[in-house]
């Protein structure tokens, strides 16, 4: 295990690292002196001056990766120009609320994807089956900010039952809260819902041909324990590690999600800084995914080995 | 989206591949898939004749036909300016699929020689090759797109660049993979034996195996890339107004949902029917190139 934690550690560093370049490297796209494009409309030659300075313009590139590099490994992810705040506080500001509306999303769509997906194997080559896969591939090709737009049509505007769009902090009103995000957690988990019952399909498909499963069926166990505390169990572990891979589409999706029901979240602050051409607001939030995404990875396999013995063999 | 290098076997020298249908007969049998054909070529007839079949031009406006329901005249309705949205939807299948098959053009291009190299030389080039996917990868490929096209500034062909390079890896990793396998097997061998440089090996006896996995994951990234361009144009990085794309006209729409639902209702609708026959598609030509299916 510690081997494989050691080696699993050292593989993340040189991505981690390219990440960092890749990021860093957006900045070189801006077309003409980036200390010009950086400082906005006003072009004021003070901010101008300022910025060469603070991005080190005049050094070269590869300095000019270290300085920056340097200042990121210490918690400095740049400041944003119309904001006039630290990146990486704003990113904190407005990280519990997709959090939030992300953490209602996955409970969502485990509870759509994890049972459509037991029963499509389950009753296999059925309308059954036939109706999940129906579902899946909804999911899976439904654009949701239009999805958002549809439930807005027909849950606030023609019924009046929710909130078209805005958030209310769960520590002022818990109700208000959860009614402000159960239709974009709602759309921001059907799409994962979708791979999730696929991965369930394929893993319960795979267990149910299992000699252990035959076993327990030939023993006389009822259909129902063989199901759930049989095969489930088992199916259930590279569903869950497969499904942590689904942060990417989270984090995705929280991006339109929030911009169709103006959710000041995480997702809204990138959309907002791309507009406001705030690019150091861009590089961090995407540089904050990534590194997010690679640890929820390195858990996921972890997890992975811990819960399946063979990999612990192995 | 997803990769398919776990999914699909690598495949055997298809000149030696045992008799059976043709692929493409075994698709059309799909019944979905060939729903999802019939309905892609469709929207392609539909936005290559689009000056011919649109009913009026998507960028005449009218002020006395503002947010008019659908009716016999405009059977789509009008948009907030009196703009047609049939025309304005057939207009728009053009840049959908434009933005679809360019982006994932680009994504091959790059994508596929990368993979091979990265997968027929090994050793060192394939793990520099391979820590530089799992870092283009680590960044969720819609935030990734945004990031490209935000720098690179919102027009419709920087919105396929951006969307093609953020979708390359995924075709590096499946190239890569099914290289590695095809590697393997006796005939590369004996290609090798025989005297024929790497590249011709590469070029002309690994890459032919390659294809039909390239074909499955080439047509789910069109679906995902429409999507892509769609969520790009709906932010306002992609098609610039007063152009028509789907992603824009529902940017609109959603101030109007309330009183002119009709302007949410069309371009999405197009969206979901374009996406879901590409996706009928890939699942069918993934189970037709499957020789598991044989």
């Known amino acids: 295990m510690l081997a494989f934690l050691v080696r699993r550690i050292a593989q993340i560093v040189p991505t981690l690292v390219f990440v960092s370049m890749l990021i860093f490297g957006l900045q070189q796209l801006l077309p003409g002196d980036p200390a010009v494009v950086l400082a906005g409309e006003d072009r004021d030659p003070n901010v101008v001056a300022y910025l060469r300075e603070k991005l080190h313009l005049d050094e070269p590139l590869p300095m000019r990766y270290l300085y920056w590099i340097n200042g990121v490994l210490h918690g400095d992810l740049g400041e944003s120009l119309r904001m006039q705040k630290p990146v990486l506080a704003l990113i904190m500001e407005k990280l519990p609320v997709t959090l939030e509306l992300a953490s209602i999303a996955i409970l969502i769509a485990l509870a759509i994807g994890v049972p459509a997906g037991i029963v499509s194997a389950v009753r296999r080559n059925t309308a059954w089956d036939y109706v999940a896969n129906g579902v899946a591939l909804w999911g899976l090709s439904t654009p949701n900010f239009w999805l958002g737009i549809m439930l807005i049509l027909l849950f606030s505007v023609t019924l009046g039952w929710l909130p078209a769009s805005g958030f209310v902090s769960p520590f002022e009103d818990l109700k208000a809260n959860l009614a402000a995000l159960i239709m974009p957690a709602f759309v921001l988990g059907n799409a994962i819902a979708a791979v999730l019952m696929r991965h369930t399909r394929s893993a319960m498909l795979q267990v149910l041909s299992s000699d252990y499963v035959r076993t327990a069926r030939a023993k006389g166990l009822p259909e129902r324990a063989v199901l759930l505390k049989h095969a489930l169990r088992n199916a259930l572990i590279p569903v869950i590690t497969l499904g942590a891979l689904e942060l990417g589409t989270l984090l995705s999706g929280a991006v339109l999600t929030e911009q169709v029901f103006t959710i000041p979240g995480f997702g809204k602050l990138i959309v907002d800084a791309v507009f406001n051409r705030d690019y150091a607001v861009v590089q961090g939030v995407v540089l904050f995914t990534a590194t997010a995404y690679i640890l929820l990875n390195l858990l996921a396999d972890i997890a992975y080995v811990i819960v399946n013995p063979q990999m612990r063999v192995q | ?294």
């Open chain 2, 1 to 294: 989206m997803s990769n398919l290098a776990d999914t699909l076997p690598a495949r055997t020298d298809v000149s030696r591949a045992a008799p059976r249908a043709h692929p493409f007969r075994r698709l059309l049998r799909r019944r979905g898939a060939a729903v999802g054909l019939v309905v892609i070529a469709f929207f392609v007839v539909l936005a290559v004749l689009a000056s011919f079949v649109s009913p009026y031009d998507p960028l005449a406006t009218s002020w006395s036909a503002i947010r008019k329901a659908p009716n016999s005249a405009h059977w789509f309705g009008t948009d907030e300016i009196g703009r047609d949205v049939l025309a304005r939807v057939i207009w728009g299948a053009r840049a959908s699929l434009l933005a679809g098959v360019v982006s994932v053009l680009i994504s091959l291009s790059i994508g596929v020689p990368v993979g091979l190299l990265a997968g027929y030389a090994g050793g060192k080039t394939d793990m520099l090759i391979s820590r530089l996917t799992d870092a283009v990868l680590a960044c969720p490929f819609l935030i990734l797109a945004i990031a490209l096209a935000a720098f690179l500034g919102p027009s419709l062909t920087n919105a396929m660049i951006a969307i093609g390079v953020s979708a390359t890896p995924v075709f590096v990793r499946l190239t890569r993979g099914q290289t590695m396998a095809i590697k393997a097997e006796e005939f590369i061998l004996a290609a090798r034996a025989i005297g024929n440089p790497p590249w011709r090996v590469a070029l002309r006896h690994v890459l032919p195996n390659v294809v039909p996995a390239l074909i499955v994951q080439a047509t789910l990234a069109i679906a995902a890339a429409v999507i892509a361009e769609a969520s790009l144009s709906f932010l306002g990085l992609g098609q610039q107004p007063p152009a028509p794309s789907w992603g824009s006209m529902l940017n609109t729409a959603k101030n109007y949902v309330d009183n002119a639902p009709w302007m949410a209702v069309w371009p999405g609708l197009s969206i979901f029917v374009l996406v879901l026959s590409f996706n009928l598609v890939g699942d069918g030509l993934r189970d037709a190139l499957d020789p598991r299916q044989v």
